[in-house]
């Protein structure tokens, strides 16, 4: 990877191997990842947004109208914050996982969809449980 990709991800603070490893998975990165964040082992596939998204779609519209209308909403806010960014893609904020299991909770056939702040994040590590 050239430097020019780095060093805005460690300008912007928080765990920049993290903030590294999110830019990657927007641009089509896939990999098994385990985090401590608030008490919680969140156990998972590290994913870019826009993939998150459309499996959020597909979930909240077997909600029917009500659901594919919060999916709607959902994405024009994701594309909101994007333009009050200025498209700045070096600046990750979140991480996003699919099929996530939280550790100590019943596990469910097809995965949880998770979304967590970067910076509450205590500790990761590679692979899932």
Do not use: C, K
Not at 53 to 72: D, P
Not at 99 to 127: F, H, K, M, P, Y
Request: hydrophobic letters at 45%; glycine letters at 14%; zero cysteines.
């Amino acid at each position: 990877m050239p430097d020019h990709d780095v060093q805005p991800i460690l300008d912007a603070g928080g765990d920049a191997v993290l903030e590294l490893l999110a830019a990657m998975a927007d641009r089509g990165m896939v990999l098994d990842i385990t985090l401590f964040a608030g008490g919680q082992v969140v156990s998972g596939t590290l994913v870019g947004r826009d993939r998150w998204l459309e499996h959020f779609q597909q979930r909240a519209a077997r909600g029917g109208a009500g659901g594919t209308r919060i999916a709607e909403q959902v994405q024009a806010l994701l594309r909101a914050a994007d333009q009050r960014r200025g498209g700045d893609e070096g600046s990750r904020d979140y991480l996003h996982i699919l099929n996530a299991q939280v550790d100590g909770t019943q596990r469910i056939a097809e995965g949880l969809l998770w979304r967590g702040r970067i910076s509450e994040v205590a500790g990761w590590s590679l692979g899932s449980l």
